[in-house]
């Protein structure tokens, strides 16, 4: 097989189409999430609060909130999968050289080895994760095919990226790997679960702003 050929096809064509639908279909989805809310409950809406809505986002962030404090291992390995996956996706070497390359911007830079670490945390997180929705049988019984092919959709591009760095196998294979499974998820996000990147802040804000109106505090 011509990996490159992937390879190519993957960050030339196919990334402008996966960026495109990652992109709009996020726009879409936030539009739809804010209709329904028009519609279900109006007074959320009412008079929007932006300080409660921040207060309420950078409770979940920090995070400050009690699910989170009761659950610290669950927090832990949800926030290494997050953190690991965002921060090596933007700010990996490599990554930034490729914009550099397409469009000549350029940001901070990750050291090597700091991306190599987040990318170990963010698959140990997924295991974790992966392996609470075995055990646990409350989570068993709520997980369902969709929420493993969200996991198996995140850790794919990690995994195969870790074997390209460190030249585990065919590096033409896995570098091609790595594009086309990157490209997957950014044409998966707005389709699947993976819609919480963007609808995490929406309902985060809307609730808050209500509950900060209520004279319940940030939550």
């Not at 490729?98 to 350029?106: F, M, R």
């Not at 997180?125 to 997980?143: C, E, Q, S």
């Not at 929420?147 to 198996?152: E, P």
Request: some cysteine; proline content about 3%; aromatic content about 12%.
């Amino acid at each position: 097989m011509d990996w490159m050929r992937l390879y190519d096809l993957g960050t030339g064509s196919l990334l402008w189409v996966s960026g495109s639908v990652f992109v709009l279909g996020l726009i879409y989805r936030v539009q739809s999430f804010l209709s329904l809310a028009r519609r279900m409950d109006p007074a959320a809406l009412k008079n929007f609060r932006a300080c409660w809505a921040l207060s309420s986002i950078l409770h979940w962030l920090v995070p400050a909130n009690v699910t989170a404090r009761e659950n610290a291992p669950t927090t832990l390995a949800g926030f290494a999968l997050h953190l690991g996956l965002i921060a090596t996706a933007l700010l990996f070497s490599g990554h930034v050289v490729l914009w550099d390359q397409a469009w000549g911007v350029s940001w901070w830079m990750l050291p090597d080895d700091a991306a190599d670490w987040l990318t170990y945390a963010c698959l140990a997180g997924a295991l974790f994760l992966a392996a609470r929705r075995l055990t646990l049988p409350h989570v068993r019984a709520l997980t369902r095919g969709a929420d493993w092919l969200a996991l198996a959709l995140t850790v794919l591009p990690m995994a195969t990226g870790l074997c390209a760095y460190h030249q585990w196998g065919d590096y033409d294979m896995m570098i091609s790997l790595h594009v086309l499974s990157g490209n997957l998820l950014l044409l998966a996000v707005p389709c699947t679960k993976l819609s919480h990147a963007a609808l995490f802040f929406v309902s985060r804000a809307i609730t808050g702003s209500d509950f900060g109106k209520r004279s319940v505090g940030a939550w």
